[in-house]
């Protein structure tokens, strides 16, 4: 009897097959550029609510806040998206806008103001919201305190109900001859009114008499610019939370500049085109300081445990070009709180 060596199987054990399979599969995904471990994170979404513009290149604010979160390693379209909607001034569009932005669902909604802000919270309350330049979110019940703000929603005050004597104070300094001041200022804005009860009380204190120019929209101006032309004041403040609904329209500086009235605007912007001086929070800074809290809230910190900030730079700006139009010699010592002086 001859005996044969076995043939070696040409069929794979379990193990080798097993084996072959989990290669093959690596490789299949890994031409796909993607291996399991490597699952595609989301990306995160964050939702902008601002009120003027409707073009967000144009806007110095939301360029500074996009440079904030440039410098925590955020870029717009790669590791983070960022969907803007603008009122383009029209505040009665805003709840509308907060709803559409709360169906994509973004992770934060940054707001820009009172208004925007209301809006947003009312479409949402569990979305987290970071706010900017909200004159005073403890006053108006935004935030439990400033310390702790609670609930979903933390961001920054722009302080301008507390500056309203500071900015009465720099005008009658400026204008030592003025008795009269004409305010304008929003009826429907909350934080506005706020601001018109604090600058009544300065504008007294200061033995000045203020004069109520009301305007809701740039529809109401020419009825505001009326009741200011009746008065005959002697200068003029718009108070920051009117800005929104009147500045975008061309009438206000035309008005300003035929009725030639020395005006304190906030904008350090509404001064280099030609108004003669403004005091106010360094906006800019506070929109770049906004990518803090975002970045935070990305990280998991819940917005109830990160307190409102206040504005730490202030900006004084006097024209002295308009001064001189409007025959007006500055003090030295108005001159010496400025800082910065166009010539």
């Known amino acids: 009897m001859t005996l044969r060596r076995p043939v070696p199987s040409t069929r794979p054990t379990r193990r080798e097959f097993v084996q072959g399979v989990g290669i093959a599969g690596l490789g299949l995904l890994a031409g796909c550029g993607q291996l399991p471990w490597q699952a595609q994170a989301r990306v995160p979404r964050i939702g902008w609510l601002g009120n003027v513009r409707a073009d967000a290149n144009l806007d110095p604010n939301f360029e500074a806040f996009r440079e904030g979160l440039r410098g925590l390693g955020y870029a717009d379209g790669q590791n983070i998206v960022i969907e803007v909607r603008w009122s383009e001034g029209r505040v009665e569009r805003l709840p509308a806008l907060a709803t559409e932005l709360v169906r994509l669902q973004p992770d934060v909604l940054?707001?820009?103001?009172?208004?925007?802000?209301?809006?947003?919270?009312?479409?949402?309350?569990?979305?987290?919201?970071?706010?900017?330049?909200?004159?005073?979110?403890a006053g108006l019940g935004m935030v439990a305190s400033l310390a702790r703000p609670g609930g979903n929603i933390t961001g920054q005050s722009d302080l301008f109900v507390g500056l309203s004597g500071k900015r009465l104070e720099l005008l009658k300094e400026a204008v030592p001859s003025a008795a009269r001041v004409a305010v304008l200022w929003k009826p429907a804005n909350p934080a506005s009114v706020l601001e018109w009860g604090e600058t009544q009380q300065a504008a007294r204190a200061l033995g000045l008499e203020p004069i109520s120019?009301?305007?809701?929209?740039?529809?109401?101006?020419?009825?505001?610019?009326?009741?200011?032309?009746?008065?005959?004041?002697?200068?003029?403040?718009?108070?920051?939370?009117?800005?929104?609904?009147?500045?975008?329209?061309?009438?206000?500086?035309?008005?300003?500049?035929?009725?030639?009235?020395?005006?304190?605007?906030?904008?350090?912007?509404?001064?280099?085109?030609?108004?003669?001086?403004?005091?106010?929070?360094?906006?800019?800074?506070?929109?770049?300081?906004?990518?803090?809290?975002?970045?935070?809230?990305?990280?998991?910190?819940?917005?109830?445990?990160?307190?409102?900030?206040?504005?730490?730079?202030?900006?004084?700006?006097?024209?002295?070009?308009?001064?001189?139009?409007?025959?007006?010699?500055?003090?030295?010592?108005v001159l010496l709180q400025a800082t910065e002086v166009i010539q």
């Not at 103001?113 to 987290?128: D, G, H, N, R």
């Not at 740039?218 to 610019?225: C, H």
């Not at 998991?300 to 900030?309: K, L, Y």
């Open 110 to 137: 940054v707001t820009t103001t009172t208004l925007p802000t209301q809006a947003a919270m009312q479409a949402t309350s569990t979305i987290p919201i970071v706010f900017c330049a909200v004159g005073d979110p």
């Open 213 to 333: 120019a009301e305007a809701d929209s740039g529809d109401d101006l020419p009825r505001a610019f009326e009741t200011i032309a009746g008065a005959h004041p002697d200068a003029l403040i718009i108070l920051s939370a009117a800005y929104t609904s009147v500045i975008s329209t061309p009438r206000l500086p035309e008005f300003i500049a035929r009725s030639r009235l020395p005006t304190m605007h906030y904008r350090r912007e509404d001064v280099a085109a030609g108004a003669l001086m403004a005091y106010g929070p360094r906006l800019v800074s506070q929109y770049r300081r906004a990518a803090y809290y975002v970045d935070r809230i990305l990280k998991g910190t819940p917005p109830a445990e990160i307190p409102v900030e206040q504005p730490r730079e202030f900006d004084f700006v006097i024209n002295l070009k308009t001064a001189q139009t409007l025959g007006l010699t500055i003090p030295p010592h």
